[in-house]
Antibody, heavy 117, light 110 residues
Framework: EVQMVESGGGLVQPGRSLRLSCAASGFTFDDYAMHWVRQAPGKGLEWVSS????????GYADSVKGRFTISRDNAKNSLYLQMNSLRAEDTAFYYCVKARDYYMDVWGKGTTVTVSS | QSALTQPASVSGSPGQSITISCTGT?????????VSWYQQHPGKAPKLMIY???KRPSGVSNRFSGSKSANTASLTISGLQPEDEADYYC??????????FGGGTKLTVL
């Protein structure tokens, strides 16, 4: 069964950093690009970042560019999101998502990030 | 990276058909056949329902169909069932090599 399990979320003060992790299983991880997608409380989905299978190509939403860094470790079947200079508006549920061509075919259950003093 | 435009809500009775629109620009919806649709029940992760405008993943009911005309994509659900009540989001690949979602549509089955 294809599965992604996110971890690393929590409560953090504005301006601080947090690193999310995603453990993937059930598929050949290094065959696929991956995404992070977030959802603020009561709001819609927002694409955050993506990374190619070999880490050569990365992309970011304007709202996080320069503050967030996506990375992966194919040997560990893991995806990461380093989030720096966090703001209140980064408060959201963060989903790790497996990519398939130009769509997102399997979603993790997510992890909550709350930015508050 | 402006969000795609979806109606905030739609409703229908069991057995009826409904259509949810998703309007973008020539830089996203209109420029690529890479529109996908996701269903999200409360407290759950989104689920892929349609990809590449009109393709259904294995296991998704054929009551769900997708189409596109110019800058507007549509999701049609026929033979509405109570379990179809959920939020629906469209998404498109963009010319900036990013992805964009719609604001979401709440479907109520009356």
């Amino acid at each position: 069964e294809v599965q992604m399990v996110e971890s690393g979320g929590g409560l953090v003060q504005p301006g601080r950093s947090l690193r999310l992790s995603c453990a993937a299983s059930g598929f050949t991880f290094d065959d696929y690009a991956m995404h992070w997608v977030r959802q603020a409380p009561g709001k819609g989905l927002e694409w955050v970042s993506s990374i190619s299978w070999n880490s050569v190509i990365t992309g970011y939403a304007d709202s996080v560019k320069g503050r967030f860094t996506i990375s992966r470790d194919n040997a560990k079947n893991s995806l990461y999101l380093q989030m720096n200079s966090l703001r209140a508006e980064d408060t959201a549920f963060y989903y790790c998502v497996k990519a398939r061509d130009y769509y997102m075919d399997v979603w993790g259950k997510g992890t909550t990030v709350t930015v508050s003093s | 990276q402006s969000a795609l435009t979806q109606p905030a809500s739609v409703s229908g009775s069991p057995g009826q058909s409904i259509t949810i629109s998703c309007t973008g620009t020539s830089s996203d919806v209109g420029g690529y056949n890479y529109v996908s649709w996701y269903q999200q029940h409360p407290g759950k992760a989104p689920k892929l329902m349609i990809y590449d405008v009109n393709k259904r993943p294995s296991g998704v009911s054929n009551r769900f169909s997708g189409s596109k005309s110019a800058n507007t994509a549509s999701l049609t659900i026929s033979g509405l069932q109570p379990e179809d009540e959920a939020d629906y989001y469209c998404s498109s690949y963009t010319s900036s090599t990013t992805w964009v979602f719609g604001g979401g549509t709440k479907l109520t089955v009356l």
